[in-house]
């Protein structure tokens, strides 16, 4: 069963923007944490930001002030708006759900790649 899947990833010149979204099932879209992580290449997976079910957003201090995250309730779908990308910003990008900030309790999807600028 398909738990989440993201989605938007791409190639981007410097200071580009990009908007990844990321799809969840019903049953796990309201977790108290839904966010996103990414993984660059030869690294470990780390937290980028999150949001609960209330709209309280964590960010971590490498893409604060830089991205947005956001949920569409109705869509079951959080989105990662990412502006000001740099080259550091590449890697692949993974959604997840957790029980509290920065946690997640699903095995991960396949993620989506993004490029930034070399």
């Known amino acids: 069963q398909v738990y989440l899947a993201e989605s938007g990833g791409g190639l981007v010149e410097a200071g580009g923007s990009l908007r990844l979204s990321c799809a969840l099932h019903?049953?796990?879209?309201?977790?108290?944490?839904v966010g996103w992580y990414r993984q660059a290449p030869g690294g470990e997976r780390e937290f980028v930001a999150d949001i609960n079910v209330g709209g309280r957003t964590n960010y971590a201090e490498s893409v604060q002030g830089r991205f947005t995250i956001s949920r569409d309730n109705l869509a079951n779908t959080v989105y990662l708006q990412m502006n000001s990308l740099k080259a550091e910003d590449t890697a692949v990008y993974y959604c997840?759900?957790?029980?509290?900030?920065?946690?997640?309790?699903?095995?991960w999807g396949r993620g989506t790649q993004v490029t930034g600028p070399s």
């Open positions: 019903e049953n796990i879209f309201n977790f108290n944490a």
């Open positions: 997840n759900a957790g029980l509290s900030s920065r946690t997640y309790s699903f095995p």
